[in-house]
């Protein structure tokens, strides 16, 4: 606490050059104190700060009767125009999306401003009668900066004289150079129609007359500042666009036919992205309302149990139809529910990238929790009949694909920001493009940066990769659907998978997201306090996922297909996985040609002779490429070695010699 008393002080001088207001304060001790304790006791607040946390706000007025918050500057220096707007837009959007603070808004103890020309700390408390307290701190008003978990310093004081000198600081910022956010306050669309809601907008039509903005920065200094908020690009380049440059004198004056002509060019800029994209619809979580909406529309999370019956009995019946395809159809069946799985979970993925960042290791954000899905093999594997299916039971309907030609990493950043929530199928994917995938994969950084917790997923597939990159390997899921459907078949069954994904409601889906939002909310805490113990334990959507489907099979009495079980993070994304094709290149050129391989057991070796293997050069390349770590060397020459112990549990196979008399017969004729 501290004794009270001003130096050369005044409202007026705050602003001025001619002096600083220093406050001359007394330490009279140090006390431990929540910000609870610190903050309870008294009626009204009154805060200034630089940026804000709206749930620590929300927790903060429980105690008070009546608040008001003013949010500062983006900018420690002079304010660029283009960052006004830029900050203005975030701060308004993310109070709009907090109902507690909007239905205080609405009774009137609650008055939120943004200004564009303060950096101050400042929160005063005041009770009946003389009870005052002002806190100066060098803590924003969130979250973070209240709880102890970083440094910061707090300091108040109880006289009514600080109180009074405070006020009238806080009084002087909101009258001079804030505006209000109201009660009809509403995200800024894209398009530029609610452009009027900005604040400092409101004011320019309000008034009907310009808003002079003093002392804009020098091209040097504009530079910077642009660089450092992404937002104020787009708004600098807006500004530009409309028209509105600073004067000689570093003056920039706006009226409203400058924001006229601003709408036009949002509007315009909207429209262009809407030709270029193909827009799909938004499939968004709100954790606090515990509630999810698709296309702008509230979902029921409460679908009846015999919607619920129904798509579970329907989506069954697909899977029962892979018995007309070649192969293993139990191992396809299996993908198939673990594609689901995945494609279920896409709206969660993208806030446990972000929550798992700051205790995941270095380039090692998204691994537990992949955007990206790769399926890889022949035609006719069903691999996009599956994807739209899905697509059915989560949305109603497919959604609408991707062209091949986004591949590429300028074309796809745009994606990334525009695609919110759904799984996303781009669609037969050439060579050509699928070398750019280890670019893409890699490309996370705008995402972390921009705090966009709410991307989508994307799926591809394709007929024609020979090999995958490692650093693409680690990042994304990638199964191999060997099957395949003659096109006779295929042709047949076109008809009654129409008629199947017309049955498809989207109860299951609803049920599924309605057990599955505590869950990840619970996970998320875990991530972000990086409470568990255990050195070992790594996050596992894929665990909780699948959990979920049997829980709910098992709440309506159905008994879960065999290939529908309880799955893990290796089974995505396991070493075992990303090797499969090329393990079973060497299951089958064992069982066809045993005689390529030669065995050193006392070496723990395993040669392969790739001069006498009938395989392609695109298997002889995912040999090399794509083997278990643990079991690969160098190749030298024309042989390969491997590790036999490894290779063995791998691929389910001992190697050892064939004693059938063909086989002796060869090595007779051979010599040995």
């Known amino acids: 606490m501290a004794?009270?008393?001003?130096?050369?002080?005044?409202?007026?001088?705050?602003?001025?050059?001619?002096?600083?207001?220093?406050?001359?304060?007394?330490?009279?001790?140090?006390?431990?104190?929540?910000?609870?304790?610190?903050?309870?006791?008294?009626?009204?607040?009154?805060?200034?700060?630089?940026?804000?946390?709206?749930?620590?706000?929300?927790?903060v007025m429980q105690y008070f009767q009546h608040g008001e918050v003013i949010i500062g500057s983006p900018s420690q220096i002079h304010s660029l125009?283009?960052?006004?707007?830029?900050?203005?837009q975030y701060d308004i959007g993310y109070f709009s999306r907090n109902?507690?603070?909007?239905?205080?808004?609405?009774?009137?103890?609650?008055?939120?401003?943004?200004?564009?020309?303060?950096?101050?700390?400042i929160y005063l408390l005041k009770g009946n009668g003389d009870k005052r307290r002002v806190i100066t701190s060098s803590a924003n008003f969130s979250a973070c900066a209240w709880d102890g978990s970083q440094e910061e310093n707090y300091t108040y004081m109880d006289e009514p004289e600080a109180f009074d000198y405070y006020y009238d600081i806080f009084e002087g910022i909101r009258l001079d150079s804030s505006d209000e956010i109201g009660i009809d306050a509403k995200d800024i669309s894209e398009d530029g129609k609610n452009l009027d809601d900005l604040p400092v907008v409101k004011r320019i039509i309000q008034s009907n007359a310009a808003v002079v903005i003093h002392d804009v920065p020098d091209n040097d200094e504009r530079e910077y500042i642009i660089q450092t908020t992404a937002e104020a690009?787009?708004?600098?380049?807006?500004?530009?666009?409309?028209?509105?440059?600073?004067?000689?004198?570093?003056?920039?004056?706006?009226?409203?036919?400058?924001?006229?002509?601003?709408?036009?060019?949002?509007?315009?800029?909207?429209?262009?992205?809407?030709?270029k994209l193909v827009m799909n619809p938004e499939l968004l979580?709100?954790?606090?309302q515990k509630s999810v909406t698709f296309a702008d529309k509230v979902l029921d999370l409460q679908p009846e149990a015999e919607a619920v019956t129904s798509d579970i009995e329907n989506v069954i019946q697909y899977m029962q139809g892979t018995h007309d395809f070649t192969g293993d159809t139990a191992e396809l069946r299996a993908t198939y529910w673990k594609i689901m799985i995945y494609m279920f979970s896409a709206p969660f993925i993208a806030p446990l990238r972000y929550s798992y960042r700051e205790i995941a290791p270095a380039n090692s954000v998204g691994r537990p929790f992949p955007m990206y899905m790769v399926l890889r093999g022949p035609k006719n594997g069903g691999k996009s009949s599956i994807i739209k299916t899905i697509q059915c039971l989560m949305c109603g309907k497919p959604l609408a694909k991707l062209p091949p030609s986004v591949v590429s990493p300028k074309t796809f950043s745009e994606y990334l920001v525009q695609i919110k929530g759904c799984p996303i199928l781009i669609d037969d994917i050439t060579n050509y493009r699928f070398k750019y995938l280890k670019d893409i994969v890699k490309n996370e950084d705008i995402l972390l940066r921009e705090r966009i917790l709410n991307h989508g997923c994307y799926i591809l597939t394709t007929n024609e990769a020979e090999k995958v990159d490692a650093d693409v390997a680690k990042r994304v899921i990638l199964f191999n659907i060997r099957n395949q459907l003659t096109d006779d078949a295929a042709t047949k069954m076109d008809r009654s998978?129409?008629?199947?994904?017309?049955?498809?409601?989207?109860?299951?889906?609803?049920?599924?997201?309605?057990?599955?939002?505590?869950?990840?909310?619970?996970?998320?805490?875990?991530l972000q306090n990086d409470s568990v113990d255990n050195p070992e334990w790594t996050p596992d959507i894929f665990s909780l996922s699948s959990q979920t489907l049997l829980d709910i099979f098992k709440e309506y009495g159905i008994t879960p297909p065999e290939e529908l079980r309880h799955y893990e993070w290796s089974d995505f994304m396991g070493e075992a996985i990303k090797a499969d094709k090329a393990v079973n290149i060497i299951r089958q050129a064992y069982a066809i040609a045993p005689q390529i391989f030669s065995v050193m057991r006392d070496k723990d070796l395993l040669l392969l002779d790739l001069s006498k293997a009938n395989l392609s050069p695109k298997d002889i390349d995912?040999?090399?490429?794509?083997?278990?770590?643990?079991?690969?060397?160098?190749?030298?020459?024309?042989?390969?070695?491997?590790?036999?112990?490894?290779?063995?549990?791998?691929?389910?196979?001992?190697?050892?010699?064939?004693?059938?008399?063909?086989?002796?017969?060869?090595?007779?004729f051979r010599g040995k």
Not at 242 to 263: C, F, H, R, Y
Not at 285 to 288: G, I, L, N, P
Request: proline share 3%; glycine share 6%; with cysteine.
């Open 233 to 275: 690009k787009k708004w600098a380049k807006r500004l530009d666009e409309a028209g509105i440059a600073a004067s000689k004198e570093n003056i920039l004056t706006i009226d409203p036919k400058n924001v006229t002509k601003m709408k036009q060019v949002m509007k315009e800029e909207h429209n262009k992205k809407v030709m």
């Open 622 to 668: 995912s040999l090399k490429n794509e083997l278990p770590v643990a079991t690969t060397y160098t190749c030298v020459g024309s042989t390969l070695p491997i590790q036999l112990s490894s290779i063995a549990e791998y691929a389910g196979i001992d190697f050892r010699k064939d004693d059938s008399w063909l086989s002796k017969l060869h090595q007779w």
């Open 99 to 121: 109902k507690a603070l909007q239905e205080r808004v609405r009774d009137g103890s609650f008055r939120f401003y943004v200004t564009n020309g303060c950096h101050a700390k």
């Open 3 to 59: 004794n009270f008393h001003v130096i050369d002080g005044g409202m007026q001088d705050l602003f001025t050059t001619t002096g600083l207001p220093v406050v001359h304060a007394k330490f009279l001790g140090k006390e431990l104190l929540s910000w609870q304790e610190l903050f309870s006791g008294f009626e009204e607040l009154y805060a200034i700060t630089y940026s804000v946390g709206v749930k620590q706000v929300e927790a």
């Open 497 to 526: 998978l129409h008629r199947l994904q017309k049955k498809m409601g989207t109860a299951l889906y609803r049920k599924y997201l309605n057990y599955m939002i505590p869950k990840v909310e619970n996970l998320m805490d875990v």
């Open 285 to 288: 979580v709100d954790y606090r």
């Open 81 to 88: 125009p283009a960052q006004i707007f830029a900050k203005q």
